[in-house]
């Protein structure tokens, strides 16, 4: 006969090994070698350089939002070196921190009211995370600590002693590092995680101080100072996030949409940029499933949220809660005063707790209309993921054919301005100058002046002109100049001369 402690043990192993084959099929699914868009691509041109002097020179020297994600540009720096630089490769890199993320996800759902089994399923068929394990950005590395976090506190709200544990402490203290260096956004979240655990330990302060316990605080003290001293030059330096955009009510709104897991279901990111809430309109009758995605996803979480407040005085529930509003009160806040826009990628730390949430509302419901409001969600999510995926209206910018046009007009000696991200250009081997017979001429923001000095190119590519004309002179010159549009690309428009399309008399 099996022991019950045997048989409980397997059924473990069994359970844990479902998780890893649901977060391995996430992966495969999710991945994709499609062309890296703006962002990726200043990831990538730090990760392909060929020392830490050459990187840390290239990533110094820009004082763009990277400066502030040290943790992630190290670590896909030395990705880079094992795996390589295509673009699956570098997006692969936060493979290791989705299996870390759904360990610990598998943890937490051991030692709380949420099945692991369930939780990982759900967490495996979540578009928003799809989308941006697909990106070479460090937003999974933050997941993964955010799951880190949540299983120690799930942990440590059952039993307050084991926060107190050297062993609870190593792995707090590397959750907390993690967050913290991942981004500096990541700050806010680890601060009340940390406030959280504070709580949590109120009454049991006098067994902080062990000698045990001491080494994982030292670590924390001395690494978090370094980091905020860190952070305080690459602010004194001018470091910061892109100033395009400004957190308004539409852009909250996309937030949740994306957030809720439905974003797969409506029109690409692209076309709701380009042309905002009427991109919702045109679909017609398609709007339909959208709007029931949506409806289902936040009657669900509204539903959460409720058995939530109503159990606020449940330790985890009030542990969770510290964790999370206020992290949440203080970025809307600093998105409204300051001059950047909240996206959902700004979120991804919340992501545990909203899964929590969402497995919440299904245990408090009967067993039957449980299993199938569950299934219905795992359904939505399922086709909006796989949408996301495979859609061609979701697909991301797309530098690499842009580039391979430049590069074969200028292989046929033809002159080309490029008016899009240069970190892309450099990637995809694009020689960008300003009087070169060889290279493309960077446009970038220029006046009108200034382009009727130059000599007129044979080809233009322009790419998103809120960012690199945005004030429309480079557009008002091309149609001016009898310039029109010959092919469209995810995110870009090529040009030629009409003169130039008139195939000349007699041929």
Not at 121 to 129: E, I, K, T
Not at 250 to 262: D, K, P, R
């Amino acid at each position: 006969m099996i022991r019950p402690d045997l048989e409980t043990r397997r059924a473990g192993d069994w359970s844990l090994l479902f998780a890893a084959l649901a977060t391995l099929g996430m992966a495969f699914l999710a991945l994709t070698n499609q062309s890296l868009w703006i962002d990726e691509a200043h990831s990538a041109v730090k990760a392909i350089q060929p020392s830490l002097a050459s990187w840390w020179h290239l990533f110094a020297a820009e004082k763009g939002s990277d400066l502030q994600m040290p943790f992630y540009m190290l670590w896909l720096w030395a990705w880079e070196k094992m795996a390589g630089h295509s673009e699956l490769a570098l997006r692969a890199a936060n493979l290791p921190w989705l299996f870390l993320a759904h360990y610990f996800l598998f943890r937490a759902g051991q030692k709380s009211f949420l099945g692991p089994i369930p939780l990982l399923v759900l967490a495996s068929l979540n578009p928003f995370l799809w989308v941006y394990l697909n990106e070479a950005r460090p937003y999974v590395m933050q997941y993964a600590a955010a799951c880190v976090l949540g299983a120690f506190l799930c942990e440590a709200a059952t039993d307050p002693a084991a926060a107190l544990k050297p062993v609870g402490l190593w792995i707090f203290t590397g959750g907390l590092l993690l967050l913290c260096g991942s981004s500096l956004l990541g700050v806010i979240w680890a601060a009340f995680s940390g406030a959280a655990w504070l709580y949590l330990i109120r009454g049991h302060l006098r067994l902080l101080f062990r000698r045990p316990n001491r080494p994982p605080l030292a670590l924390a003290g001395l690494s978090l100072g370094a980091l905020g001293v860190y952070y305080f030059w690459t602010l004194r330096s001018g470091a910061g996030a892109s100033t395009a955009g400004r957190t308004g009510f539409l852009s909250l709104a996309f937030v949740i949409y994306e957030l809720l897991g439905v974003a797969g279901l409506g029109p690409g990111r692209l076309d709701i940029r380009e042309h905002g809430v009427e991109t919702f309109r045109i679909m017609g009758v398609w709007l339909i499933p959208v709007i029931g995605g949506l409806l289902f996803s936040l009657g669900l979480l509204g539903y959460g949220l409720a058995r939530a407040w109503a159990a606020r005085g449940n330790a985890l529930i009030r542990t969770g809660l510290i964790a999370t509003v206020p992290p949440l009160v203080l970025l809307f806040v600093l998105g409204y005063a300051q001059d950047f826009r909240l996206l959902g990628r700004h979120f991804m730390p919340l992501v545990p707790t909203l899964l929590g949430l969402f497995m919440l509302a299904f245990s408090e419901m009967k067993r039957r209309p449980a299993t199938v409001w569950a299934a219905t969600l795992a359904a939505i999510w399922l086709t909006s993921s796989l949408s996301l995926r495979f859609g061609e209206r979701h697909r991301k910018d797309d530098y690499r054919a842009a580039a391979g046009f430049a590069q074969a007009a200028l292989r046929q000696g033809e002159s080309v301005w490029w008016s899009a991200d240069p970190a892309a250009a450099t990637y995809y081997a694009l020689s960008l100058a300003e009087a070169q017979t060889n290279a493309a001429r960077p446009v970038i923001a220029f006046e009108t002046a200034r382009l009727a000095a130059l000599p007129l190119p044979d080809l233009v590519i322009t790419s998103k002109p809120d960012i690199y004309d945005p004030a429309g002179q480079l557009g008002d010159f091309l149609r001016t100049h009898d310039f029109r549009p010959v092919r469209d690309l995810p995110a870009f428009r090529i040009w030629r001369r009409a003169s130039a399309l008139v195939p000349p008399e007699g041929h």
